[in-house]
């Protein structure tokens, strides 16, 4: 045992992971830098509007065909309705 605690062996990372990673920080950095230069253009909220606004029909887009109805139905519809009051 060292200083800093147990030695474990070194994870196996899969390729896909890896790629992964690579991926969503490329989509990031490219994603920050168009939104930097489109930002001396027009104004910001609307750009705000527009990248969440996307991004949501994006993922709804690939989630609902997956799940469903699912995706939006609740047990507990007091609750939620009480949640999103507050």
Do not use: E, N
Not at 19 to 27: I, M, P
Not at 28 to 55: C, E, G, M, N
């Amino acid at each position: 045992m060292s200083a800093t605690g147990p030695s474990r062996p070194a994870a196996h990372v899969p390729p896909s992971a890896v790629l992964l990673v690579l991926g969503a920080t490329f989509c990031f950095s490219l994603l920050d830098s168009l939104f930097k230069h489109l930002s001396q253009l027009y104004p910001v909220p609307v750009l705000i509007w527009a990248r969440w606004t996307v991004q949501a029909l994006v993922i709804i887009l690939w989630l609902v065909p997956k799940s469903g109805l699912a995706l939006v139905r609740t047990r507990k519809l007091t609750r939620s309705c009480s949640a999103a009051r507050s």
